[in-house]
């Protein structure tokens, strides 16, 4: 018998969750517990907001581990755990090789890329902002560097012209958790090799901040619309109008024949067309502060934009 810890905190590691609880009771190990990220305040800030995961965790009765830092005194307590392996899917923390060493064969971690494109925080939403047209899942043997560990285990799949983060996410999340639970026997028996990764195609994907949500007009219509989708839920993609800020969604090429500038409104009706660098943008939904997301034609009630004005980042 095993016993395994998993390391999340993020919904994309849910599913991963789930599949590590019944791998354990199907197979006889011990998933002795959850560890994730504190609590954190609200957006208003009134009250605490646990993560998904440790509620997922308490509706599966596993105890749930939170430390607000890994000391050497944590690390001394959890080496007392005993614990074989420990799966890392979304945790949010690099963690120190002295605690990697406490597990008899190590920490594995599943990471949402083709490694070594795209180590960091947020490989998803910046595969699809770079127009990327594949990405994958990467299960590897987690070393103290941000995700240079060897590969166990490595599975492409196409990025659809349309989908967004959202829609890769949940697709990748899928894939990864039937790939975790296809290799976890192996790795335990030790009966898979690791391959390292390539020293060439290294780039990293930065954590997603809300400035990133701001549209550039002078970019291009391609670099645009593959930002909307990249930034689709978090942080949203935004425009200013008459210092008004503006969420625009369900973007696409536009095809109108009228020339004009870099965030110079076109059309505005049923849709929202406006010029870039190169190229025109077509919305169909918008969302302004406080208010619900609605279709183009309904942002025009009560809120005036002309066509020939500017949209400014």
């Given at each position: 018998?095993?016993?395994?810890?998993?390391?999340?905190?993020?919904?994309?590691?849910?599913?991963?969750?789930?599949?590590?609880?019944?791998?354990?009771?199907?197979h006889?190990?011990?998933?002795?517990?959850?560890?994730?990220?504190?609590?954190?305040?609200?957006?208003?800030?009134?009250?605490?907001?646990?993560?998904?995961?440790?509620?997922?965790?308490?509706?599966?009765?596993i105890?749930?581990?939170?430390?607000?830092?890994?000391?050497?005194?944590?690390?001394?307590?959890?080496?007392?755990?005993?614990?074989?392996?420990?799966?890392?899917?979304?945790?949010?923390?690099?963690?120190?090789?002295?605690?990697?060493?406490?597990?008899?064969?190590?920490?594995?971690?599943?990471?949402?890329?083709?490694?070594?494109?795209?180590?960091?925080?947020?490989?998803?939403?910046?595969?699809?902002?770079?127009?990327?047209?594949?990405?994958?899942?990467?299960?590897?043997?987690?070393?103290?560097?941000?995700?240079?560990?060897?590969?166990?285990?490595?599975?492409?799949?196409?990025?659809?012209e349309?989908?967004?983060?959202e829609?890769?996410?949940?697709?990748?999340?899928?894939?990864?958790?039937?790939?975790?639970?296809?290799?976890?026997?192996?790795?335990?028996?030790?009966?898979?090799?690791?391959?390292?990764?390539?020293?060439?195609?290294?780039?990293?994907?930065?954590?997603?901040?809300?400035?990133?949500?701001?549209?550039?007009?002078?970019?291009?219509?391609?670099?645009?619309?593959?930002?909307?989708?990249?930034?689709?839920?978090?942080?949203?993609?935004?425009?200013?109008?008459?210092?008004r800020?503006?969420?625009?969604?369900?973007?696409?090429?536009?095809?109108?024949?009228?020339?004009?500038?870099?965030?110079?409104?076109?059309?505005?009706?049923?849709?929202?067309?406006?010029?870039?660098?190169?190229?025109?943008?077509?919305f169909?939904?918008?969302?302004?502060?406080?208010k619900?997301?609605?279709?183009?034609?309904?942002?025009?009630?009560?809120?005036l934009?002309?066509?020939?004005?500017?949209?400014?980042?």
């Amino acid at each position: 018998m095993s016993n395994i810890v998993f390391f999340g905190t993020s919904s994309f590691s849910v599913p991963f969750l789930r599949i590590v609880h019944k791998f354990c009771q199907d197979h006889n190990h011990c998933l002795t517990g959850v560890v994730c990220q504190p609590d954190k305040p609200s957006m208003r800030g009134q009250n605490l907001r646990e993560p998904i995961i440790k509620k997922i965790a308490n509706e599966l009765n596993i105890c749930v581990w939170q430390p607000e830092e890994i000391t050497f005194e944590w690390i001394d307590w959890f080496k007392k755990k005993n614990i074989t392996i420990a799966v890392v899917v979304s945790y949010g923390r690099i963690l120190p090789k002295n605690l990697i060493d406490a597990a008899d064969l190590g920490f594995i971690n599943v990471h949402a890329s083709l490694l070594p494109r795209w180590r960091g925080a947020s490989p998803i939403q910046r595969a699809i902002e770079a127009g990327d047209s594949e990405t994958g899942i990467c299960i590897i043997d987690l070393i103290s560097k941000l995700d240079s560990g060897p590969i166990y285990y490595q599975e492409k799949i196409p990025i659809g012209e349309r989908e967004t983060s959202e829609d890769l996410s949940n697709r990748l999340a899928t894939l990864g958790s039937h790939a975790l639970m296809n290799i976890l026997p192996d790795i335990l028996q030790k009966k898979i090799k690791k391959i390292d990764q390539s020293s060439l195609g290294i780039s990293y994907a930065h954590r997603l901040q809300k400035e990133d949500g701001l549209i550039e007009w002078n970019s291009s219509a391609i670099q645009i619309i593959n930002k909307v989708r990249a930034m689709h839920p978090w942080p949203g993609s935004y425009t200013f109008y008459k210092n008004r800020r503006i969420k625009l969604f369900s973007a696409k090429l536009g095809n109108s024949n009228l020339k004009a500038n870099p965030g110079q409104i076109i059309e505005i009706g049923k849709k929202l067309v406006i010029s870039t660098g190169n190229g025109q943008v077509e919305f169909s939904y918008a969302q302004l502060n406080g208010k619900s997301k609605m279709p183009i034609k309904d942002l025009l009630n009560g809120f005036l934009i002309e066509v020939g004005d500017y949209l400014h980042s």
